[in-house]
């Protein structure tokens, strides 16, 4: 009797143990304690951090990410807040087109365009940095929008990946009690 008291004691505390350390390694992870965080994708698997390319119609997957109308969008999943985002976009474009991307404001867009591209056979690649003050996060969720003015359909682009990255101060360069508090309003007020 005293050694069955004893054991379930003992599972009562791995049991508690295991969920705060679950806890806490989830919550690190939102955390962001270096500061930086890289997200990229193809759009052809699954990621939890960007959306595929929407609208559906705009985009023939199986042609390779095909853009045959504009403009199109993707959102991207933040953990938390952020200060700074830099994006590079991988593409095929035979027809050198102005290509404008940008995140969600609320009412509008901070469309910026994409200069300094960078050839890679016959892909080219474009970089781009954004300041995230009064950026439109909904549910931590931010969209971001390609749009091509002069946009022919029977020249389409071709999207190969995108890759960003967004920057914060690292976790314990502002305080640890401060960076959480800051991450709680943050949660609050998407969630």
């Not at 005293?2 to 054991?7: P, S």
């Not at 994708?41 to 045959?68: A, W």
């Not at 300094?116 to 996060?137: S, V």
Request: hydrophobic share 45%; glycine share 6%.
């Amino acid at each position: 009797m005293k050694i069955e008291k004893i054991l379930l004691i003992i599972i009562k505390i791995i049991f508690i143990l295991t969920a705060v350390v679950l806890f806490i390694f989830l919550l690190s992870q939102d955390l962001v304690w270096s500061g930086k965080i890289e997200i990229k994708t193809d759009f052809f698997k699954f990621s939890p951090r960007i959306s595929i390319l929407k609208p559906q119609p705009r985009i023939i997957l199986e042609e390779g990410n095909k853009v045959i109308g504009e403009p199109i969008w993707f959102d991207v999943s933040l953990p938390r807040d952020f200060q700074k985002a830099s994006l590079e976009i991988t593409y095929q474009d035979d027809n050198n087109y102005l290509i404008k991307i940008g995140p969600n404001t609320g009412a509008d867009w901070d469309y910026k365009e994409l200069t300094d591209i960078i050839t890679d056979g016959n892909n080219k690649i474009g970089k781009l940095d954004f300041d995230m003050t009064g950026k439109n996060i909904n549910n931590g969720k931010l969209r971001f929008s390609l749009t091509i003015p002069n946009f022919d359909i029977n020249k389409p682009i071709y999207i190969k990946k995108v890759k960003m990255i967004f920057e914060r101060p690292e976790l314990l360069s502002e305080g640890l009690w401060l960076n959480l508090v800051n991450y709680f309003n943050y949660a609050r007020s998407q969630f």
